[in-house]
């Protein structure tokens, strides 16, 4: 099966609220090799304004992969997953997140692009806080691979 092209415009469910955790920051922040102190130390993020540990920018990813896993559910999606490459990925922020912030993702599939036997698929997650502010966007592109034959 080719990925569906009728993905094109769906949107998902919200997302089940996520609670940033500041070990959960500290940890992500460790392995993506962040050392700024805002990133580990309450008092530095303090210092800077925030209410607490502030998330490296890529940590929204965590909250994306849950919209992914939607899509990836999909059972006409015609994406399988040992077929799937993260390709690219885009952050656009309207404020850091930090720990204890209270995040719902929603997904929408704004293209599919085919190419050969594969195509390109590019989602949008919208991030939004306990009070449904704007966080930040995420915008993927995977890249599937067509089936053997």
Do not use: C, W
Not at 30 to 45: E, G, K, L
């Amino acid at each position: 099966m080719s990925v569906n092209p009728d993905l094109v415009g769906r949107s998902f469910p919200p997302t089940a609220p996520y609670l940033v955790g500041r070990e959960k920051v500290r940890e992500f922040a460790r392995a993506v090799f962040a050392t700024d102190p805002q990133h580990t130390d309450p008092a530095a993020a303090r210092a800077l304004g925030y209410p607490d540990v502030v998330a490296p920018p890529t940590f929204a990813m965590v909250i994306q992969d849950l919209t992914l896993q939607q899509l990836l559910a999909e059972d006409d999606s015609g994406i399988a997953l040992e077929r799937t490459i993260h390709a690219e990925q885009r952050f656009a922020y309207e404020r850091p997140i930090v720990a204890g912030d209270e995040l719902t993702a929603q997904l929408e599939i704004t293209q599919v692009r085919a190419f050969g036997k594969g195509a390109m698929v590019t989602s949008v997650a919208s991030i939004t806080d306990a009070e449904d502010a704007p966080v930040v966007t995420a915008t993927s592109v995977l890249l599937i691979g067509g089936e053997e034959e």
